[in-house]
T-cell receptor, first 112, second 116 residues
Framework: GDSVTQMEGPVTLSEEAFLTINCTYT??????LFWYVQYPGEGLQLLLK?????DKGSNKGFEATYRKETTSFHLEKGSVQVSDSAVYFC???????????FGGGTRVLVKP | DTGVSQDPRHKITKRGQNVTFRCDPI?????LYWYRQTLGQGPEFLTY????????KSRLLSDRFSAERPKGSFSTLEIQRTEQGDSAMYLC??????????????FGPGTRLTVT
């Protein structure tokens, strides 16, 4: 079945450091890929998405590129802030699919 | 656009009791989803509706679980004879019609269930 694997946390960084969270997936066909973020005490929020190979999703300084050859969708941000402390989830949905398949989440803690 | 809302936000119940959760999707979203998230894990799909029709159920949705969306608007998720293993965050999401090649799902804040 479909699956998403992301690096385990917690990831602890200093403010203004570079962040990368690895995400790889297993799925047949051409899924759409997503990053969701969950801030403390809040629900899941869509951060960015990519719907086909080589697409780059971006939002709030975060970027991720859909790499079909490596089945990856790594999340990056060049300079993190304390407010970026959250749990980040990589997810996929099959074309015209009905359900998101999530990775296990990566907790990020940014220290001032 | 007021977002997806869920009620209650927290529920503590004793083992063996029945519980019901409610989800109000974003208005005019015709798809509604339920997920379950246990501590330290990603959400897992339970079921989804298109309008009032329940079109898919996960194997995680045992016979003790039932979901409805009677008028294609709000939805309820009922758990009968709760067990301690049911303790989790129950998330609801909704999505509009197919757009930009994918169904973007918008999540509510969740209902945290604790079974004692």
């Amino acid at each position: 079945g479909d699956s998403v694997t992301q690096m385990e946390g917690p990831v602890t960084l200093s403010e203004e450091a570079f962040l990368t969270i690895n995400c790889t997936y297993t799925a047949t066909g051409y899924p759409s890929l997503f990053w969701y973020v969950q801030y403390p005490g809040e629900g899941l929020q869509l951060l960015l998405k990519a719907t086909k190979a080589d697409d780059k999703g971006s939002n709030k300084g975060f970027e991720a590129t859909y790499r079909k050859e490596t089945t990856s969708f790594h999340l990056e941000k060049g300079s993190v802030q304390v407010s970026d402390s959250a749990v980040y989830f990589c997810a996929l949905i099959k074309a015209a699919g009905n359900k998101l398949t999530f990775g296990g989440g990566t907790r990020v803690l940014v220290k001032p | 656009d007021t977002g997806v809302s869920q009620d209650p936000r927290h529920k503590i119940t004793k083992r063996g009791q029945n519980v019901t959760f409610r989800c109000d999707p974003i208005s005019e979203h015709n798809r509604l989803y339920w997920y379950r998230q246990t501590l330290g894990q990603g959400p897992e799909f339970l079921t989804y509706f298109q309008n009032e029709a329940q079109l898919e159920k996960s194997r995680l949705l045992s016979d003790r679980f039932s979901a409805e969306r009677p008028k294609g608007s709000f939805s309820t998720l009922e758990i009968q004879r709760t067990e301690q293993g049911d303790s989790a965050m129950y998330l609801c999401a909704s999505s509009p019609s197919f757009r930009d090649g994918s169904y973007e799902q918008y999540f509510g804040p969740g209902t945290r269930l604790t079974v004692t």
